[in-house]
């Protein structure tokens, strides 16, 4: 197949498209880079240009294209990550309307951040509840929760008529390439910081990178799938649980504990937010069961055991 990744030379993308190549697709990254890679074209992510030709009788478009969100969540980063998915997704439905051969089917970076902050059962597609109205959180979480929704506004609301559409509610893919999100936890762990945060009691949602493969090449291949769909394993664990975890994958005996208020501080020297941690994201890909998805990693223990070995 050919598949078009638009955004694709962050960390999720790097692994999607090495991936997608080593089983045999042709894949073609949009870059708002200089475009020097395998296949990288450039774009600015926001208007139509000569990229769009390469979407012309593609099979497929994953688009993961937006701001990253590993940053803080002020007013002015709240706003670039809300304006680069609005304008990108709405860049990449134009260009999907106007080809003459269209891809058959767009598959759209979500999140699950969408959902509620939840301990008491876990969010799916259909009974899962959205984010936004929880009592006693900060601000800003409701804000993350409108910009997902947004993200996927902008999707819908785009005239593709003759392409499918499915919404990637993603949980926090592990992969260990460096600087990834499993590679900081991995070197916090290492370093004797993996232990329970705020107590730990929050719930952590996590795909293995290679089930975000397969899911993505089941989700181009099933025509009767559509709109919201979660990727994330179908066993997420407590924060606390997620470490020791991790711990005994790296081999590091010990994990010192951070209570909230050193999470906030820390992030702060980090240029990152606690949100990231301190929210819980109790998220299970119903969907994907449904369809008959066979999870490789479906358990912590055991994908971080290989996440480790592949380090």
């Known amino acids: 197949m050919k598949i078009v990744i638009p955004g694709g030379t962050g960390h999720v993308g790097v ?21 020097d890679g395998e296949n990288v074209v450039q774009w ?20 993961l294209a937006g701001r990253t969100v590993d940053c803080r969540y002020n007013k002015t980063n709240l706003t670039q990550m809300l304006v680069s998915r609005i304008d990108s997704t709405r860049a990449v439905g134009e260009a999907i309307a106007r080809a003459a051969n269209p891809p058959k089917v767009w598959l759209q970076m979500s999140t ?11 969010n799916d597609e259909l009974t899962g509840i959205i984010g936004g109205d929880e009592p006693n959180v900060p601000e800003y979480w409701r804000y993350s929760v409108e910009i997902a929704k947004a993200w996927e506004r902008a999707q819908q609301d785009s005239a593709t008529p003759k392409t499918r559409k499915v919404a990637l ?18 070197g916090m762990t290492r370093l004797g910081l993996g232990g329970p945060i705020a107590g730990g009691g929050q719930f952590m949602s996590w795909i293995h990178y290679k089930d975000f493969v397969r899911a993505a090449l089941l989700l181009i291949e099933n025509e009767g799938i559509e709109g919201p769909v979660n990727l994330a394993s179908p066993n997420p664990v407590p924060q606390r649980e997620f470490m020791r975890a991790l711990r005994k ?31 819980s994201r109790r998220v299970v890909p119903g969907r994907l069961l449904a369809a008959g998805f066979a999870f490789d990693y479906p358990d912590w223990p055991s994908a971080a055991m290989n996440l480790v070995g592949a380090s």
Do not use: C
């Not at 208007?47 to 497929?60: C, I, K, N, R, V």
């Not at 790296?250 to 990231?276: N, S």
């Open 249 to 279: 994958a790296v081999g590091m005996p010990i994990g010192l504990p951070a209570a909230e208020w050193m999470v906030k501080l820390g992030a702060v020297f980090l240029r990152t937010d606690a949100e990231l941690v301190l929210k």
């Open 15 to 35: 692994a999607l498209s090495r991936e997608l190549r080593a089983k045999g697709h042709s894949v073609v990254v949009l870059s708002r880079g200089k475009g």
């Open 112 to 122: 699950a951040t969408i959902y509620s902050s939840r301990y008491d059962s876990s």
């Open 44 to 63: 600015d992510a926001k208007t139509l240009g000569e990229w769009a030709q390469t979407f012309d009788g593609a099979d497929s478009v994953i688009n």
């Open 169 to 186: 509610r993603t949980a926090m893919v592990m992969s260990p390439d460096k600087g990834s999100i499993f590679d900081v936890l991995r």
